[in-house]
């Protein structure tokens, strides 16, 4: 399956300050990306999908001004939380389709982002 | 409701014992499925797609029953390394394309 690599891995920021997650597919080449939050003991929810060259996708509920998503290349997408806040504080996971129509995910190991 | 329902657990069972895990589905657009593994601080790693006949990897069973929108997975002869949270998985494509994450089933098991 494709290999994802996220970094950082993990993060602690002020309250206020913009932290990037960049997320790269290492050896496929990524028309579309997506971007899940996950909180502790809850399931993933899709924040959004990142296309290649195009605006992200956000889901209901997703501020796409809080949550900057950039796709410029097929191998990285980079996603910025803007003016952050504790209540950002969440498990930030990538992902990579692979088939057009069984659709696999394979996800990158994910960001801890803890806002003071 | 939810779109993808899973088991809440968690479950506690021993080694060797064989457990299920059951998830429906309200979408009947749903396109394609599958089970993924997560473990503790860990992303999803996926265990296996679920397949309209059914399948098996060696202690794994998947089932799938379209009419009643209705997946599982059998684990038998559990091991202490099943330990993790199994996620039920739904894609659905008309409409766009759009992958629906169960909340998960917690599974410990103990020697």
């Known amino acids: 399956g494709a290999v994802v690599s996220q970094h950082p891995s993990r993060v602690i920021c002020k309250s206020g300050t913009s932290v990037k997650i960049e997320c790269r597919s290492l050896d496929f080449q990524a028309t579309t990306m997506f971007w899940y939050r996950q909180f502790p003991k809850q399931s993933l929810m899709l924040m959004a999908t990142s296309n290649e060259g195009s605006k992200a996708t956000y889901e209901q509920g997703v501020e796409k001004d809080k949550f900057l998503i950039n796709h410029a290349s097929l191998t990285l997408s980079t996603l910025t939380v803007t003016s952050a806040h504790p209540e950002d504080s969440s498990f930030y996971i990538c992902s990579v389709g692979t088939t057009m129509f069984y659709n696999e995910q394979f996800f990158g190991p994910g960001t801890r982002l803890t806002v003071l | 409701r939810k779109e993808v329902e899973q088991d809440p657990g968690p479950f506690n069972v021993p080694e060797g014992a064989t457990v299920a895990f059951n998830c429906t589905y309200s979408?009947?657009?749903?396109?394609?499925f599958f089970w993924y593994r997560q473990d503790c601080r860990k992303e999803p790693k996926l265990l296996m797609s679920v397949y309209s006949s059914g399948n098996e990897d060696g202690r794994f069973t998947a089932q799938l029953n379209r009419a009643s929108q209705y997946i599982s997975l059998l684990i038998r002869d559990s091991k202490l390394s099943d330990s993790a949270t199994y996620l039920c998985?739904?894609?659905?494509?008309?409409?766009?394309?759009?992958?629906?994450f169960g909340a998960g089933t917690r599974l410990f098991v103990k020697a």
């Open positions: 979408n009947s657009a749903s396109q394609s």
């Open positions: 998985v739904v894609n659905v494509l008309p409409g766009g394309f759009k992958t629906i």
